[in-house]
């Protein structure tokens, strides 16, 4: 089975093993195991902030980011088909009791001037709008990269007027390679950022937050809250380091990976894609004509061994990653090629 649904679902190497395997591991809620601590100052360093925490999950990392710059009654501006609004269960109003304000974007990037609008004046009938959050990559968007104007565009108008920023970066060191920008740089806009290391990267769990001292001090004491505190956690760090070390630049593979499989999906009659909106790891595509509906689809997909998601009617998602390699694309393609000529 070639498994493109997403790169959630990549397997620890032998080596990554063989790191976890040997960690060294303390009881981290007394702040005492020294491989998560490691984790957390190689992920400070590397994206250039003062400090960083290790938290299971991505929706663990932006929800205790959400709590950490609102108050309930709050407004933040999210992109109307993020993650955040999609994918997280509706946790930010459940757990942080705030509202969401949608604003769209073109493949998921937030423009300036809509944005804008939705800022909500001061006034007693208004919900304070205090938050903006971006994603970077846009998952949806089909895993397009922000450019770096964009970013300085959106979150200096953000800071004039008073709100607090987050990063989305669940796949930001997929951002990093295809840009060629680093993670500090991109970091240096946002109060604080979260990034995965559990997709692309490779490791079986985890994402980090990283940001001031204080807000880290903040965040820690929510993670226990929120019972994300835990204890010889330096067994999931060690993949996590090891990710850090050897994972990053091979992200280029995957992408060129992704562009090959759009290329060829380019050449189904029935099929829209455009490659050269293939930023990094991520190809959605429309299946424009078809008798048959997305589950039928999805289903004869599998039968003929090629795993995708959908992401709305009669559109799929590939995401590539460490698990699959160019002869899998050429396979994959292959398969999707015949299920949608028949
Ligand atoms: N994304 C998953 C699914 O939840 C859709 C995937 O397969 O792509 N932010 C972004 C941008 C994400 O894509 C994800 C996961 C998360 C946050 C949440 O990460 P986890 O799954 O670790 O909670």
């Known amino acids: 089975m070639i498994d493109l649904r997403s790169d959630t679902v990549t397997q620890p190497s032998q080596a990554m093993r063989e790191a976890m395997a040997r960690a060294e591991v303390g009881d981290d809620v007394y702040g005492e195991d020294p491989t998560v601590n490691r984790l957390q100052t190689t992920a400070a360093q590397l994206l250039g902030k003062e400090a960083a925490l290790f938290v299971p999950t991505g929706v663990m990392a932006n929800q205790l980011s959400i709590r950490l710059h609102t108050r309930p009654g709050d407004e933040v ?18 757990l942080s009791q705030v509202q969401l304000s949608c604003v769209s974007g073109d493949r998921g990037l937030l423009s300036l001037k809509p944005v804008q609008a939705a800022l909500r004046p001061k006034d007693v009938h208004n919900p304070p709008t205090t938050l903006l959050c971006l994603e970077q990559t846009h998952n949806v968007g089909g895993g397009t990269v922000y450019p770096l104007e964009t970013i300085k565009g959106l979150t200096s108008w953000a800071r004039e007027n008073g709100l607090a920023l987050h990063l989305d970066g669940a796949r930001l060191f997929n951002a990093v390679v295809a840009s060629g920008i680093s993670a500090a740089e991109y970091a240096s806009h946002f109060d604080t950022v979260c990034f995965c290391l559990s997709k692309g990267l490779g490791a079986p769990v985890g994402s980090m937050i990283v940001s001031t001292q204080d807000n880290i001090d903040k965040l ?15 067994i999931l ?9 050897h994972n990053i630049s091979r992200l280029k593979e995957d992408h060129d990976n992704a562009k090959n499989l759009a290329l060829h999906l380019q050449q189904i009659p029935t099929v829209f894609v455009d490659p050269d909106r293939v930023d990094t790891n991520i190809v959605v595509f429309e299946v424009v004509r078809s008798e048959h509906s997305t589950a039928e689809l999805l289903q004869a997909f599998k039968e003929s061994g090629v795993l995708l998601n959908a992401m709305g009617e009669r559109m799929f998602r590939a995401v590539t990653h460490l698990d699959v390699d160019g002869a899998d694309i050429e396979k994959a393609a292959h398969v999707l090629g015949s299920v949608l000529t028949v």
């Open 77 to 94: 501006i999210v992109e109307s088909s993020s993650h955040l609004i999609r994918y997280e269960g509706g946790s930010a109003s459940a």
């Open 220 to 234: 820690r004491r929510l993670r226990k809250m929120f019972g994300g505190g835990m204890r010889q956690a330096g």
């Open 237 to 245: 760090a060690a993949a996590g380091l090891y990710a850090l070390e």
